[in-house]
Nanobody, 123 residues
Framework: QVQLVESGGGLVQAGGSLRLSCAAS????????MGWFRQAPGKEREFVAA????????YYADSVKGRFTISRDNAKNMVYLQMNSLKPEDTAVYYC????????????????WGQGTQVTVSS
């Protein structure tokens, strides 16, 4: 089992920045590739970013490429999502997730999920 707890969400104006954090506990964190997903009201959950277990490979949705950066610190069992140049359409609940079999953009590939943190971007 891996337990994931997100933090860092909040209300920010368009153009602003937020950094989301995800704290992991349980099984060896460095065994897992990690991802961030988001779900806006009335919409399906969508992929945001993923990072390999070593941090050597990162992947982004086209909608956030160049604005968001995913990173991890295996010594601290943490994964981060730095979000810059935020837009109102980034408003959603953001979830981190752990995948034992390779970084993926597909939510059903992920084994463990956090409870989510709300990000609201005002125009």
């Amino acid at each position: 089992q891996v337990q994931l707890v997100e933090s860092g969400g909040g209300l920010v104006q368009a153009g602003g920045s937020l950094r989301l954090s995800c704290a992991a506990s349980g099984r060896t964190f460095s065994n897992y590739d990690m991802g961030w997903f988001r779900q806006a009201p009335g919409k399906e959950r969508e992929f945001v970013a993923a990072i390999s277990w070593s941090g050597g490979s990162t992947y982004y949705a086209d909608s956030v490429k160049g604005r968001f950066t995913i990173s991890r610190d295996n010594a601290k069992n943490m994964v981060y999502l730095q979000m810059n140049s935020l837009k109102p359409e980034d408003t959603a609940v953001y979830y981190c997730a752990a995948d034992a079999y390779g970084p993926s953009s597909l939510d059903y590939d992920y084994d463990y999920w956090g409870q989510g943190t709300q990000v609201t971007v005002s125009s």
